[in-house]
């Protein structure tokens, strides 16, 4: 049996990083153009609502949740592995595990945003948000404890501190970004916020709010980022399927039907017919 192996990992966070803030950059362009929203920083949600910026807002963000899975998925990998072979370096597995639970959480929120429109589904898009936001804030502070633990060298303290920063970060535009929109939609006296104008009342509340969204949604997409150094050095095999051998009557022509492989990791049986 032939093993594959994924060995430029390394583009998974490069696509993220890239991917990620084009869609929001795309989707705000095409807004402003059709006049859905003001063109004054809205909110990142109210420039995938209607379409056709909806649909790319959609189809681009449900590929950034695939590829960050993966990513995730890889790290995961990445992690356990090193834990095995540096047992001081004191990673432990519970940690490991509930990092990528809120990364995996993350993904899910992501999905979320964007599959169920602010307009639509209010309640349900927010929850995406949070989840989303959150989720991947805690995330990264588990990654930046685990790059610590790891860090061999210069490169590694530098991506320590470089990810100490952007969490920091990330903590601070998620407080502004929740508070002064309460603050801000408690002032609003208009009747279209996809449109909020500056004498609608709140508006400055609400430029901080909107513009504390999207340096968030910067921060996250270096942080992911920043996993692409260590990825440099990871060649992940791809799981190994294993066929179950069909259950045949015990007789000389089924019997010499069935055969018996030999793989590095067993071995298996499967039906020549298969």
Known sequence: MMKLCARNVHFLPVTICVIFPVTFIITFLIAV????VFPGLPYISDTGTNPPESCIFSLLLNLCAVL????IYVR???IMEFARLHVESGLRLRDIQVATFFGGFSCIG???VANFQVTNVRRVHYFGATTCLWGGTVYFIYQTVFSYKMGRGVRMIFIFYTRYVLCVFSILFNISFIVTGFMAHSQYTGDNPRKWKPHEGGWLYH???????????FTHSFLVFTFLPEFKKVHVELPVVLLKPKILPKDEHHESSRIERFTSNGHIYCDDKY
């Open 33 to 36: 153009h059709v006049d859905d």
């Open 68 to 71: 960050l899975g993966g990513c």
């Open 76 to 78: 995961h990998l990445q």
């Open 110 to 112: 992501l999905a979320i």
């Open 207 to 217: 430029v901080i709010s909107s513009s504390s969204e999207w340096m968030l949604a």
